[in-house]
Nanobody, 124 residues
Framework: QAQLVESGGGLVQAGGSLRLSCADS????????MAWFRQVPGKERDFVAS????????YYADSVKGRFTISRDTTNNTVWLQMNRLKAEDTAVYYC?????????????????WGQGTQVTVSS
């Protein structure tokens, strides 16, 4: 069974950095785009960043552009989200997603597989 395993969340002060990782433990998604979404209670799951299966193409939400970087190790199919200059409004549960054919797909419903989520809390 395909599985995405996330790690790296935590509590950080505004202006600080965190790095999230998402491991495709069974290498089920090597030919698919992968992405990060985030969700706060009572709101929809929002797109953060995505990356193509080659790792060459990346896309970002305007709110994180210039601060977050998504990358991918195609050898073991792990995806990272480096988050710098964090703001209080970045506080959310962050989810890794896989299964979309193209990284330009930024709708949560188009991703069939999800990790368990990891909490990121930024204190102001």
């Amino acid at each position: 069974q395909a599985q995405l395993v996330e790690s790296g969340g935590g509590l950080v002060q505004a202006g600080g950095s965190l790095r999230l990782s998402c491991a495709d433990s069974k290498r089920s998604f090597t030919s698919y785009a992968m992405a990060w979404f985030r969700q706060v209670p009572g709101k929809e799951r929002d797109f953060v960043a995505s990356i193509s299966w080659t790792g060459r193409n990346t896309y970002y939400a305007d709110s994180v552009k210039g601060r977050f970087t998504i990358s991918r190790d195609t050898t073991n199919n792990t995806v990272w989200l480096q988050m710098n200059r964090l703001k209080a409004e970045d506080t959310a549960v962050y989810y890794c997603a896989a299964g979309a054919t193209l990284p330009t797909i930024i709708t949560a419903g188009k991703y069939a597989y999800w990790g368990q989520g990891t909490q990121v809390t930024v204190s102001s």
